[in-house]
């Protein structure tokens, strides 16, 4: 499976982004764990959202709780992060990732990812 992220930009800090991710390629989406990440220079890259493949289970990293919101399109392959008041601190560039998952493990997990995407870069200016 190919993912391919896109939405990033320089935002002013308060504002809002979208980040999708865009998947391409077997197996089918609706058995893809889907998930966000983060990584400034220099740090590890930092759990952001997840979701689980029936989108019936969330989890967001302490700092996003309240202010990143995780979805996904089964329609149209994709999962999407809408990021609101968003702070200088969650600059980062960020990373789609996919896990092939069985129907029975509805789960979401910060770990086990197989697939990345490119990254896209998100700046917000204080």
């Known amino acids: 499976v190919q993912l391919q992220a896109s939405g990033g930009g320089l935002v002013q800090a308060g504002g809002s982004l979208r980040l999708s991710c865009q998947t391409s390629?077997?197996?089918?989406?609706?058995?893809?764990?889907m998930a966000w990440f983060r990584q400034t220079p220099g740090t590890e890259r930092e759990f952001v959202a997840g979701?689980?493949?029936?989108?019936?289970?969330?989890d967001y990293g302490d700092s996003v709780k309240g202010r990143f919101f995780i979805s996904r399109d089964d329609s149209k392959n994709a999962a999407y992060l809408r990021m609101n008041r968003l702070r200088p601190e969650d600059t980062a560039v960020y990373y789609c990732?996919?896990?092939?998952?069985?129907?029975?493990?509805?789960?979401?997990?910060?770990?086990?990812?197989?697939?990345w995407g490119q990254g896209t870069q998100v700046t917000v200016s204080s």
């Open positions: 990732a996919a896990q092939i998952v069985d129907y029975s493990d509805d789960r979401v997990t910060d770990y086990g990812y197989d697939y």
């Open positions: 390629g077997p197996p089918p989406f609706k058995k893809l764990r």
């Open positions: 979701i689980s493949w029936s989108a019936n289970s969330f």
